[in-house]
């Protein structure tokens, strides 16, 4: 049987139809980041917008997964995705109409976030679930592809269409999207669906079981700490793209477009090169990988010129892919099914909340040292950690 994901129809399905919605992701979140920054004018209000995107993963991630676990996982995708297409079609109707000042925005958006939230270990638990034990590395890399995809062409059809039709628009867009993806899990001969309900516990027992199996499994706890190093100073800083586009290049949407399809654009080279092999993906290389990631973003706080912005921005989006992807890769292969809902979850959890809380932290730091003061020392704290890190579990050990 042929290792490649694209050879497995329902997989090949379900791709198609979160590369669509995928898309629609990509412009509402660079539409949200540019209306925060066009309504405030504020840095800590670009990043508090940013927290609410991924907080609700923070606080609500856990429950999330224990739910992922113990119901129809094609169910809860259909019912998440229509309450987000309603979500983004009430967010769309109040812009266009006028109606939508930072405050609400941040509360539509932290509704957002808590569905998107409630999806992810769903999403993640899906794929496992569609495809053979020899294709799991090509699905999961392939996904990264057509997310990663996605963040290069969405972010420039983002700024097309808010030039073109303003934010409004953007999240009309965004919310009619999401029915590509309800119609995928329709068309889905395999239902990748949990464990029989006979065989649950205690939805808290389940959780407690679940962070007891994260927690003892060495290379679980490893990868799960060097995502939450990657998203708290390196992601998180990369959410400040919407003021660094504006404050300091001067360029608006079309330089926020530019610099999210850079992004994209190298995470597209790493989501090929994993999913063409892996077998020199260790968790040594994600650690080498987060220290040049650091690095990278501390460049990226210290130049000025638009054209350097966009090479180094396409190297983070290598760099931090890598760790990623190669973090959720390693992860997947190492999970038992049973509990693949929850710990996807911890994952989830730690690589969206880690975002809101760096982009707050960013954002707060922007307010006082500086924007790219602040920048520059989210790279220092992201390499110096990393290595850090590295250091105490190889002494453990």
């Not at 760790?323 to 929850?342: H, P």
Request: hydrophobic letters at 55%.
């Amino acid at each position: 049987m042929s290792r490649s994901a694209l050879r497995n129809r329902d997989y090949v399905i379900y791709l198609a139809g979160a590369t669509i919605s995928l898309h629609g992701l990509w412009i509402y979140r660079v539409a949200l980041g540019w209306f925060a920054w066009e309504l405030s004018g504020s840095e800590l209000w670009v990043g508090i917008v940013a927290f609410t995107q991924f907080a609700p993963a923070v606080l609500l991630g856990p429950i999330f997964g224990v739910l992922a676990d113990r119901f129809d996982r094609r169910a809860a995708s259909i019912l998440i995705n229509t309450l987000s297409l309603i979500n983004m079609l009430v967010l769309g109707s109040l812009t266009l109409l006028g109606y939508v000042d930072i405050q609400l925005l941040a509360l539509l958006s932290l509704m957002q976030g808590t569905l998107d939230g409630a999806h992810a270990p769903v999403r993640m638990s899906i794929v496992p679930n569609l495809v053979h034990a020899d294709q799991l590395y090509s699905a999961i890399a392939l996904t990264s592809v057509s997310f990663n995809l996605s963040r290069f062409v969405g972010p420039a059809l983002a700024g097309l269409v808010i030039a073109l039709g303003g934010v409004g628009t953007a999240f009309v867009i965004n919310g009619i999207s999401y029915l590509s993806m309800i119609a995928a899990m329709f068309a889905l001969r395999q239902n990748p669906s949990s464990n029989p309900v006979d065989r649950r516990k205690h939805p808290w027992v389940e959780l407690i079981e679940g962070a007891r199996y994260a927690l003892s499994r060495p290379l679980i706890r490893s990868l799960l700490v060097l995502a939450a190093l990657g998203s708290v100073f390196g992601r998180g800083a990369l959410e400040m793209m919407p003021a660094f586009a504006d404050a300091v290049f001067g360029g608006g949407a079309a330089a926020l477009a530019g610099l999210t399809s850079a992004v994209g654009a190298g995470a597209v080279v790493a989501g090929i090169a994993l999913s063409r092999g892996t077998r020199w993906l260790t968790i040594k290389a994600v650690e080498a990988g987060l220290i040049v990631a650091g690095l990278l973003v501390v460049t990226l706080g210290m130049i000025d010129r638009f054209e350097a912005a966009i090479g180094v921005a396409a190297l983070l989006g290598v760099t931090l892919s890598v760790c990623g992807v190669g973090s959720q890769i390693l992860l997947q292969a190492q999970v038992d099914d049973e509990v693949r809902g929850r710990v996807s979850s911890f994952w989830g959890m730690i690589v969206f909340g880690g975002t809101s809380l760096g982009s707050l932290a960013v954002g707060a730091a922007a307010s006082i040292l500086g924007l790219q003061n602040a920048v520059v020392a989210a790279g220092v704290l992201c390499a110096g950690a990393t290595i850090l890190n590295a250091r105490t579990a190889s002494q453990t050990q």
